[in-house]
């Protein structure tokens, strides 16, 4: 089974946000980007399946400026991916409808059975793109999907997809767009040896003009504007009290007179 | 001739959600007197929307979904793009859930649209549609424009209010589109099965969260939590440390590798406030921490704080929240 | 052309390190610290990425990392907890006689089985009766037809209570001096080696430590290391090599005692304003930032040599002799910045002090630092 991987590089999760010198978006001067979130989930939902399907292959892509989309592409390497393809871009890439576009251009001249996305990144937080991908490759696509396990006797994937509501429980043969919410395990981490064995892997590339070529008919446009941060909050403000009864009364008060949320 | 402005919501006991009314509200302000087209996957008989209709929704149109594909959102596309050629739709709302974020994507891709979800505020702007969203987990917040001829955008629920009830004609047609597009074979539905999440409202849902952490020390303790939430009618949630100890089922795993909620009041009990955990809940309006630790980082982003012994506190909280209530 | 830059490939091998010291040690720190015991999920982990047997060549199965790469690997989990990194890197001490003065059939006989799985060494060198004096060493080794018999007693043995394989240095005749120290590759079921009990120390509690006796253990002559009387020169070339890295330990104590002095600083306030706002308070940190940005440049600095090729015995013992000096006062100083809470054991800093001052002794005392640092020095005026 051919698996694909669809990653984004997205700062490091402890990275402290603040504006651009644009204020269009974060500033990334000294950022470090990495796998993180539900693609790192993606990764290694993919890996173990490829363990439990002789024969099969895991590549991972993403599409984004250097350093930072081969820098990622390297950790999945290191993890253990086949191969990686890093779909080249002059510049950072904001929208997460150009980035399916890309995606499902690449896509489609080297098909993979299952096309595994993380179900949305850890910075913007669209969660476009696994369904675009279904409906620009023409297949199902499902989102907040756990527990994705191949059935070998009938040759289908089961998994579960959470809705607000349910947990609904799916088979469905290849080929299929699954945006990962959970992989069985928590993500592996990449052994020493292997990370400076990636290091020395090759790269696949697609050309950004290649890519932009692709994507240029697209009319509909999403671009950042303004990125904020809010207000600090103060900190708490701390209850004194003497006994627990006096302070379930002060925060109880609080709430109804002051936040107005007690109901 | 106006703009087409419509709204696709979601049925819940054969009435349109919280959020799909909320989308409504929206649609009918922006659209300013111009007509908003309601879209439905449903039949009119088996719904009620005349509340629908009040929130400004002028027209309703029912997409009859064959067997499970209502819960396949690729496969409703061709059904609603032929609706949205038919009113020379521009803007598409619809709830920022999991089927409304599904259907944003492969909607936006088909109909070759720029797409935003998880928007908490919207208005037309020089551009295009301008789209304010919380990013990184909220701890920032970007502002979006949505240029093109076609913006589809789904809203946060419980970010906009619930419209007033208005004195609108109601809807002037209730009627099925004929077309749905062909079903991807292939998937099947196998069972559901509801979310677990205690007694309460659901997790996503909830105006109030109650949340237990490592402090609460074992599964037979975390009845504590889920006392205090079913006296605040909230909805229970848990910190990973919780989760992964197996005291209580992974849906209720807030934070960075679970869910991330967005209540009026959120109050974590005996969770030191990783930045994994605040990530998932940091959007809260007023968050109440609970912990014995004075340094724990919970208490950096709540706003009340109590430093105690959760096993006193949340009794203690119990009787008061029972004694106001009258219960 | 001078170039404080790391490459790539030491940008992710400090990265990985990271995120392993901040994610699995980190969190288990002040618990393990608590109660003295030792995490050996932790230390199979480390081994599991790669993390420990640094100076093994990839050959034998090990990470085969040049110094400066090793150092910069401990710094960073010596950010999370030194008494781990203690037990995480005695292998690399345990090891390195072998990897110096082992035969190539040594070599594949003892690395390879050894590092194909999670296992712990000891390095036997210091005795009840003195450690610096290393030449004074009293454990006899007596020749026996193909064997040696070895009696006597090492003490402060890291890991000794967990360890599968043992390195010591015994004499053949206390006479001798150093000239009679001969080393040997003991395994742990040999019948008479005796690790004693685990000692109650006042820091690096994740890293177990005790004595070692030895009763008439018999040691093949096969498991010699180099010849008889050359296990003096193996030691002080063993510890050339080791020494750099507590320099490096140093430097991670000081970062994270930096790191929680200067947020304390911002968050807490008298007098109205946040303490950092107090000149008292920013000459302490800018002091303790000078003692780290020293620490590490030195400690960079006797690694480069090393890796070069040269014995860096002058760079080395500056670097561990001043990190280690430095590591104590700049933890000193964050209790200092806490104040009352700095000395309480809920918060995290008194711990660096109590692991700090390890690094002043071990390895290498510092009084004996400063002794080789001046006789290297001298020889550059003779």
Redesign the interface.
């Known amino acids: 089974m051919e698996i694909a991987v669809c990653v984004k590089p997205v700062p490091d999760p402890e990275t402290r946000l603040r504006p651009g010198p644009d204020q269009r978006t974060l500033d990334v001067e000294g950022v470090k980007f990495v796998l993180a979130g539900y693609d790192e989930s993606a990764v290694e939902q993919a890996l173990l399946l490829r363990d439990q399907l002789p024969g099969s292959t895991v590549r991972a892509l993403a599409y984004g400026p250097a350093p930072r989309t081969p820098e990622v592409l390297r950790s999945c390497l290191a993890l253990g991916c086949d191969s990686v393809t890093h779909l080249e871009a002059s510049a950072p890439v904001d929208d997460p409808m150009a980035v399916a576009a890309a995606l499902a251009h690449v896509l489609a001249s080297r098909p993979a059975d299952l096309v595994l996305v993380g179900k949305q990144a850890l910075d913007d937080e669209e969660g476009l793109v696994a369904p675009a991908l279904g409906a620009l490759l023409e297949r199902p696509s499902f989102s907040s999907v756990t527990d994705l396990r191949w059935n070998p006797e009938r040759s289908r994937f089961t998994f579960q997809r959470s809705t607000d509501t349910e947990i609904e429980r799916w088979e469905a043969p290849v080929p299929l767009v699954i945006g990962l919410q959970q992989a069985w395990n928590d993500p592996r981490t990449a052994k020493l040896p292997n990370i400076l064995k990636a290091r020395r892997q090759p790269i696949d590339t697609v050309p950004a003009a290649t890519i932009e070529a692709a994507v240029a008919g697209r009319n509909g446009r999403s671009l950042p504007l303004k990125f904020e941060l809010p207000a600090p909050r103060a900190g708490a403000r701390m209850i004194d009290y003497s006994t627990p009864a006096e302070a379930a009364e002060r925060l109880v008060r609080l709430l109804r007179e002051e936040a107005k949320v007690f109901p | 001739m106006t703009p087409g402005l419509v709204v696709i919501g979601e049925l819940?006991d054969g009435r349109p959600t919280e959020a799909s009314r909320e989308a409504a509200g929206v649609a009918y302000q922006l659209a300013a007197g111009a007509p908003v087209t309601g879209l439905l996957f449903g039949s009119p008989e088996d719904s009620l929307t005349s509340s629908w209709a009040r929130d400004g929704i002028s027209e309703v149109c029912f997409l009859p979904p064959p067997t499970d594909a209502a819960?396949?959102?690729?496969?409703l596309?061709p059904g609603v793009l032929s609706v949205l050629s038919e009113r020379s739709a521009e803007l598409v709302l619809l709830p920022s859930?999991?089927?409304g974020?599904?259907?944003?994507?492969?909607?936006?891709?088909?109909?070759?649209?720029?797409?935003?979800?998880?928007v908490t505020a919207i208005h037309r702007?020089a551009a295009?549609w301008?789209v304010r969203?919380?990013?990184?987990?909220?701890?920032?917040?970007?502002?979006?424009?949505?240029?093109?001829?076609?913006?589809v955008v789904a809203l946060r629920p419980r970010a906009f209010p619930a419209p007033e009830p208005r004195d609108l004609p109601g809807a002037s047609t209730q009627r099925s589109m004929p077309e749905v597009g062909a079903v991807?074979k292939?998937?099947?539905?196998?069972?559901?099965?509801?979310?677990l999440t205690g007694e309460g409202p659901?997790l996503?849902?909830a105006?109030?969260v109650v949340a237990g952490g490592r402090g609460v020390r074992s599964a037979d303790q975390f009845h504590l939590i889920e006392e205090l939430a079913a006296a605040?009618?909230a909805a229970v949630g848990a910190s990973r440390a919780v989760t992964d100890a197996g005291w209580r089922p992974?849906?209720l795993q807030v934070g960075?590798?679970g869910r991330?909620v967005t209540p009026?009041?959120y109050i974590a009990v005996g969770i030191s406030g990783a930045?994994?955990h605040i990530?998932g809940m940091i959007g809260s309006?007023?968050?109440?921490?609970i912990n014995s630790?004075?340094?724990a980082p919970i208490?950096?982003?709540?706003?009340?704080?109590?430093?105690?012994?959760l096993f006193?506190?949340v009794?203690?909280?119990l009787?008061?929240?029972r004694r106001?209530?009258g219960r | 052309m001078v170039d404080f830059s790391l490459t790539p490939d030491q940008e992710s091998l400090r990265e990985l390190a990271r995120k392993f010291a901040r994610s699995e040690m980190a969190p288990h720190a002040a618990e393990v610290d608590r109660n003295g015991r030792f995490p050996e999920e932790i230390y199979r982990k480390a081994w599991e990425l790669g993390l420990m047997n640094l100076n093994v060549p990839a050959e034998y199965g090990g990470t085969g990392l040049g110094l400066f790469d090793q150092c910069l690997i401990v710094e960073e989990l010596a950010y999370a907890c030194a008494g781990m990194t203690t037990s995480i890197i005695a292998n690399c001490l345990a090891l390195e006689p072998i990897i110096l003065g082992a035969t190539p059939e040594q070599k594949d006989r003892w690395l390879k089985p050894f590092c194909a799985d999670y296992h712990l060494a000891s390095f036997c060198l210091t005795e009840p009766s003195g450690g610096s004096d290393a030449a004074a060493l009293k454990t006899r080794a007596r020749r026996s037809g193909d064997e040696y018999i070895l009696t006597g007693e090492k003490c402060f043995i890291t890991n000794a209570p967990h360890a599968a394989l043992f390195t010591v240095f015994a004499t053949l005749d206390p006479a001798l001096r150093h000239k009679g120290i001969t080393a040997f590759v003991v395994p742990r079921e040999s019948a008479g080696l005796l690790p004693g009990r685990e000692e109650e120390k006042m820091g690096h509690r994740a890293s177990a430590t005790s004595t070692v006796r030895f009763e008439e253990v018999r040691v093949p002559a096969t498991d010699r290391l180099g010849a008889e009387g050359e296990g003096f020169a193996l030691a002080m070339r063993t510890l050339d090599q080791t020494r750099t890295p507590i320099g490096a330990m140093a430097t991670g104590i000081s970062q994270a005692a930096l790191d929680l002095a200067a947020r304390y600083a911002l968050q807490r306030t008298t007098f109205g304003k946040p303490i950092a706002e107090h000149q008292a308070i920013q000459a302490k940190l800018a002091t303790m930032a000078q003692q780290l940005t020293a620490s590490r440049l030195l400690t960079w600095l006797a690694a480069w040599t090393i890796d070069r090729g040269a014995r860096g015995t002058l760079e080395s013992s500056i670097a561990k002799c001043f990190s280690s000096d430095a590591a104590l006062r700049v933890a000193d100083e964050a209790i200092q910045t806490f104040g009352g809470y700095g000395y309480m054991k809920e918060y995290p800093v008194e711990k660096l002090l109590r692991d700090a001052k390890l690094t002043q002794i071990y390895e290498g005392a510092n009084e004996i630092q400063r002794i080789v640092t001046a006789r290297e020095l001298l020889k550059r005026y003779a």
């Open positions: 819940r819960r396949q959102a690729g496969a596309i859930t999991t089927f974020r599904e259907l944003a994507g492969g909607l936006a891709a088909r109909w070759d649209a720029g797409a935003a979800t998880g702007g295009g301008e969203r919380p990013v990184f987990g909220g701890r920032a917040t970007e502002t979006r424009s949505l240029s093109g001829p076609r913006a991807a292939g998937p099947t539905l196998v069972g559901t099965e509801p979310v659901a996503g849902d105006t109030i605040l009618d992974t849906s960075q590798t991330t009026q009041l930045i994994q990530v309006r007023v968050i109440v921490a630790d004075a340094s208490f950096k982003v709540a706003d009340y704080g109590i430093v105690g012994d006193q506190i009794p203690a909280l009787a008061e929240i106001v209530r």
